[in-house]
């Protein structure tokens, strides 16, 4: 991207910048494209927003949680051998 860090833009009297065609379209920035601005040290940064918001394990741990008696692996197991015979017996 050696080429796309000497682009220029200038600010508009509204305060709008103009990112340029070919950062817009290597960064795959479409329209309505939102963007965080960071004021940092080195400049402004720009960054897209995620597309969902952060979720912390304990905001959907349990969401499934039901009345079911949780089954073990043996019993799994068999229950899928069984449903294979019960098939194989009605073909």
Do not use: Y
Not at 58 to 65: K, R, T
């Amino acid at each position: 991207m050696a080429v796309l860090d000497k682009l220029t833009t200038t600010v508009s009297t509204k305060g709008q910048v103009i990112l340029p065609k070919a950062v817009r379209q290597a960064l795959r920035w479409h329209a309505g494209t939102r963007l965080t601005v960071e004021n940092t040290a080195d400049g402004v940064l720009l960054r897209p927003e995620p597309a969902f918001a952060a979720t912390r394990p304990e905001d959907v741990f349990g969401c499934l949680a039901g009345d079911v008696v949780p089954r073990s692996l043996a019993d799994m197991e068999a229950g899928i051998l069984e449903e294979a015979r019960r098939r194989h017996a009605r073909s």
